[in-house]
């Protein structure tokens, strides 16, 4: 799986974080699954789609409005999907201060994908960074997979200014897919592989042709 991320030139906004190539099991409810906090789950759930709806706003939105967009122009539906990141960190916040820890077990996997995407679809860089360690600790447990851990390890250290490391992030400049800059190209591929993740070359070819509707 690779990231897209759509930056505009504004140094303050970054936004409509969208995952390509993967079915989300945060989309997919598993309704039937039996689990210690089955409201918490319907939380999360509820939350998540809540943000795709107000994302893909803002996407149809930049789409219909290139030129604003190239100025680096803030939206009212920009400024409402920041209002909301903000709002769902600090529940996610919350929650970890009551739980240390939430497996499929506790929220299904449609609820723990659905935390892990509103974990990534914020701008608080600080709190990606810790959830981090969280992500790490779900993937050893095999409660999560490699590419989880690696787009949100890659997004971290973009937002901190450092190239990343799994090459997991793309962005979209003149209708193609360019790769972010990446720290220690030659051996990536070896990282990628200790994650379970295909090499990049293999990635890639799927965005060859440039930019695709999903």
Do not use: W
């Not at 960074?129 to 851990?149: A, C, H, N, P, R």
């Amino acid at each position: 799986m690779l990231f897209i991320r759509k930056f505009h030139r504004s140094a303050f906004l970054c936004f409509c974080l969208v995952f390509m190539q993967g079915c989300s099991l945060a989309q997919l409810p598993d309704t039937n699954a039996k689990v210690n906090y089955p409201e918490l789950r319907q939380v999360l759930l509820d939350m998540y789609q809540t943000n795709q709806r107000l994302q893909q706003k803002v996407i149809k939105s930049a789409q219909q409005d290139y030129q604003a967009c190239d100025k680096g122009y803030i939206t009212e539906l920009e400024r409402e999907l920041v209002a909301l990141t903000d709002k769902q960190v600090a529940k996610i916040k919350s929650i970890f201060s009551q739980h240390a820890l939430l497996t499929s077990a506790d929220i299904g996997k449609d609820g723990l994908s659905a935390l892990v995407q509103l974990i990534s679809n914020n701008y608080d860089t600080d709190f990606k960074q810790q959830m981090l360690l969280v992500i790490k600790q779900l993937y050893q447990l095999k409660e999560l997979s490699g590419q989880d851990f690696a787009v949100l390890y890659d997004l971290v250290q973009m937002e901190k200014g450092l190239p990343q490391y799994y090459g997991t992030v793309l962005h979209e400049e003149n209708g193609h897919y360019v790769l972010m800059n990446i720290q220690d190209p030659e051996n990536v591929d070896f990282r990628r592989s200790q994650l379970g993740l295909v090499s990049l070359s293999d990635s890639l070819q799927f965005f060859s042709s440039g930019p695709t509707a999903h």
